[in-house]
């Protein structure tokens, strides 16, 4: 039986969009190469994620599953620090959210897409695309070697950093961000009771060096998500391997340093290199791209889950209509849409790069409540908020305030 859509990935994007459509009455087929459960970074979420995970009916099983809680941020530099609450914003919605483990998160949303009638494939590669704007097809090996065709009435990639269509339809298209590598593991970190907030992720910036800052996640169970990002050739220069690279780095950090003295590694140290990416379209003849396999940024404003979220909510939205026989313009629907908060979390990103931003966190610039909790919208995922002017023309608000603060 040929299937209404496929979808490649099993991800949040992936399982998030299989919820929706199957919620929606079409049948679904998911084709994910790994098995689960499986690691992944990208544990820290936002707010605003909140919202699309309660759209597809996935929300209790997140909620449910102990995860940490996480109410904010804190940035630090040297002895510099100003903490973020993201229930001090200025936008309308969900303040809190949760710092997961991804194995167990992407299980989750995975299992919750399937409980709502949609099909999960695990161990499956898709090797070929033949986009067509009637029955797109894909070709499909499994882990014994042996292939076969998989039509349906639309494609959509969740594939993530394996950007499938992107790599098998040359869509690859230059970014405009620099090269830059991490190095992360998790620990369990030992932290002494009320030395610091686990509601909050820990941002450091190298003081030392702008250019490269670190992530502490606190997770549930005593354990922790670190890890550091800066460009290759600097981290290379802190060791031969990425432990050394690590341990070395994190011994320049100050508070994290102090925070994870009693820490124990509990994982081998991963890296990902040149995770920056975006395409020349997000959209094709019957198909679209969701979340990283069509655009990452950087993980510095954890961004990746929303802006996944976000891509399965709008292309969702569009597939409905379009199988339902109304017209759909991908363009306007889908790819406008979700560019323009991509784009607000690419202002920040950028500031954050150029030092802009690291000198709005770390100053008291004039009417500072105001501003920080516009600020503190965005910093919560909402970037597609055109009633904030820090969203409306992040680049010019952004330099306003850089220049108030001297």
């Known amino acids: 039986m040929t299937p209404d859509v496929v979808i490649i990935g099993a991800g949040p994007a992936g399982s998030v969009a299989a919820a929706l459509l199957a919620d929606a009455g079409f049948s679904v087929e998911v084709l994910e190469r790994a098995h689960f459960p499986r690691f992944s970074i990208g544990e820290s979420l936002l707010p605003q994620a909140m919202e699309w995970l309660a759209e597809a009916g996935l929300l209790r099983d997140v909620v449910e599953a102990g995860f940490q809680h996480k109410n904010g941020a804190t940035f630090r530099c040297g002895e510099r620090e100003e903490s973020f609450d993201f229930r001090a914003k200025s936008a309308d919605g969900w303040g809190t959210t949760y710092q997961v483990r991804r194995d167990r998160f992407d299980e989750l949303l995975a299992k919750g897409a399937m409980r709502k009638g949609a099909k999960v494939l695990f161990g499956q590669t898709v090797t070929a695309m033949r986009p067509d704007p009637e029955c797109p097809s894909l070709t499909v090996r499994d882990e014994d070697g042996n292939e076969r065709e998989v039509k349906a009435r639309f494609v959509l990639d969740a594939s993530g950093f394996g950007r499938v269509l992107a790599r098998l339809l040359d869509l690859e298209t230059p970014t405009s961000f620099p090269d830059r590598m991490s190095v992360f593991t998790h620990v369990e970190d030992n932290m002494p009771a009320q030395v610091y907030d686990r509601n909050k992720i820990l941002i450091t910036v190298n003081p030392n060096d702008n250019q490269i800052w670190y992530w502490l996640i606190p997770l549930a169970e ?18 031969a391997t990425r432990e050394e690279q690590l341990t070395a780095l994190i011994a320049e950090s100050g508070l994290m340093a102090e925070l994870l003295v009693n820490a124990k590694r509990v994982r081998d140290v991963g890296e990902i290199a040149g995770y920056a990416a975006r395409v020349s379209s997000l959209t094709g003849p019957g198909y679209a791209l969701l979340g990283n396999a069509g655009e990452f940024l950087d993980p510095v404003f954890s961004s990746g889950v929303t802006i996944a979220l976000k891509s399965a909510s709008l292309a969702s939205s569009a597939l ?10 991908w363009q306007s629907d889908f790819s406008e849409p979700l560019s323009r908060g991509v784009e607000t979390f690419r202002a920040y990103v950028s500031g954050w790069y150029d030092g802009s931003l690291q000198k709005i966190i770390f100053s008291k610039p004039a009417d500072a409540r105001q501003v920080k909790a516009m600020i503190t919208s965005v910093l919560a995922g909402y970037a597609w ?9 992040p680049h010019k608000y952004l330099k306003m305030v850089e220049e108030l603060c001297g």
């Open 222 to 239: 005593g354990l922790c998500s670190i890890g550091v990002v800066g460009t290759p050739d600097r981290i290379k220069t802190y060791g």
């Open 320 to 329: 409905i209509r379009q199988l339902n026989g109304e017209a759909v313009n």
């Open 385 to 393: 908020d055109e009633e904030n002017p820090f969203v409306r023309d």
